[in-house]
């Protein structure tokens, strides 16, 4: 059983800089594409970024191009976004989530961390 555990979140003022952590346990870490939801109060989970199990294929949703960058590092088990200029409409608890190979829906969730940014 794979588990997920964000680390990261805070509060911080707008253009200011967070990252955030997400370790796995349970799995081989290296077999699993990874990703980073969101969710803003009254808003639907929203697709933030992902990353392909060799770490090479990324994506991200339009609104955080060039100011978000997700990583990993498959020795390590461990997941990274890291979030530059952000903004009081990134405030959101962020999840990372993870499937098995590329495909499919994203199985495994952990269990959030919020993040706060003031204007």
């Known amino acids: 059983q794979v588990q997920l555990v964000e680390s990261g979140g805070g509060l911080v003022q707008a253009g200011g800089s967070l990252r955030l952590t997400c370790t796995a346990s349970?799995?081989?870490?290296?077999?699993?594409?990874m990703a980073w939801f969101r969710q803003a109060p009254g808003k639907e989970r929203e697709f933030v970024a992902g990353?392909?199990?060799?770490?090479?294929?990324?994506s991200y949703v339009d609104s955080t191009k060039g100011r978000f960058t997700i990583s990993r590092d498959n020795a390590k088990n461990a997941m990274f976004l890291q979030m530059n200029s952000l903004r009081p409409e990134d405030t959101a608890v962020y999840y990372c989530a993870s499937r098995l190979a590329n495909v499919g829906p994203y199985t495994y969730w952990g269990q959030g961390t919020q993040v706060t940014v003031s204007a």
């Open positions: 349970g799995g081989t870490f290296m077999r699993y594409s």
């Open positions: 990353i392909s199990l060799s770490g090479v294929n990324r």
